[in-house]
Structures are given as structure tokens and as C-alpha cells.
Nanobody, 126 residues
Framework: VQLQASGGGLVQAGGSLRLSCVVS????????LGWFRQAPGKDREFVAA????????DYAPSVKGRFTISKDSAKNTVYLQMNSLIPEDTANYSC????????????????????WGQGTQVTVSS
């Protein structure tokens, strides 16, 4: 299983970016997907998650209302639309896939994600 994250970059505060995570896996597999971020000198933190069905999503309080996670099952791709970016959003963003359950399952714990992408850097200037 391979995950490929992309879409990061440098943006001014108040701007937007859309991250993508492509999962190279059989369409018969079922997985939840989460986005996490890590800033220099800080622990990795949960950002957003979406269930296999797409019916359940969750967000960290710091991004709720500004970020939106979605998926295109036909493309095995999950997106993270990030609006109203602030300098505190600056971090390396990575996506993880959790194959524990399908359906409406998701988790906010990084420990349960078995596979990770390489990360994409997001830098928000003030």
C-alpha cells in the first residue's frame, strides 16, 4: 500500500490550499483516512479524518470550520480543502490509512493508522 500526498506550498494568511492523498490499493479494500500535521519541535497532531463510506468526518477544534475533508472513491483519493489559513497551520501534513474497518469507522489516533504517505509541506506567511 502506498500513499502519495501532494498540494502543499507557500500561501499568505487568509489563503487556501487543497491537499490530495492518493491511496494505491485495490478498490476492494476498505479503509479510513486521516490527515495529521507536525510542526518543527512539536508532536504530530490530528487534523481531520473520514470514514470509508464518507459518511463520517471529524476535525481538530483548531481547524473546524476552515478545513474540509472529502473523498473521491473512484480515484482512491482523499482531499483536504484548507481555507482561511493562518500561520499556526504551518506544518508538514501527512495522510494515513487505517484498514481496521470499513463503513462508517474512523479514528483520530495516529497509532491505529498502518500506512503513511511522505508528507507535504504547508507554509503560511503572515
Amino acid at each position: 500500500v502506498q500513499l502519495q500526498a501532494s498540494g502543499g506550498g507557500l500561501v499568505q494568511a487568509g489563503g487556501s490550499l487543497r491537499l490530495s492523498c492518493v491511496v494505491s490499493e485495490s478498490s476492494f479494500s476498505r479503509y479510513a483516512l486521516g490527515w495529521f500535521r507536525q510542526a518543527p519541535g512539536k508532536d504530530r497532531e490530528f487534523v481531520a479524518a473520514i470514514s470509508w463510506s464518507g459518511g463520517n468526518t471529524d476535525y481538530a477544534p483548531s481547524v473546524k470550520g476552515r478545513f474540509t475533508i472529502s473523498k473521491d472513491s473512484a480515484k482512491n483519493t482523499v482531499y483536504l480543502q484548507m481555507n482561511s489559513l493562518i500561520p499556526e497551520d504551518t506544518a508538514n501534513y501527512s495522510c494515513g490509512a487505517d484498514f481496521t474497518f470499513g463503513g462508517n469507522y474512523y479514528t483520530t489516533s495516529a497509532k491505529t493508522y498502518e500506512y503513511w504517505g511522505q508528507g507535504t509541506q504547508v507554509t503560511v506567511s503572515s
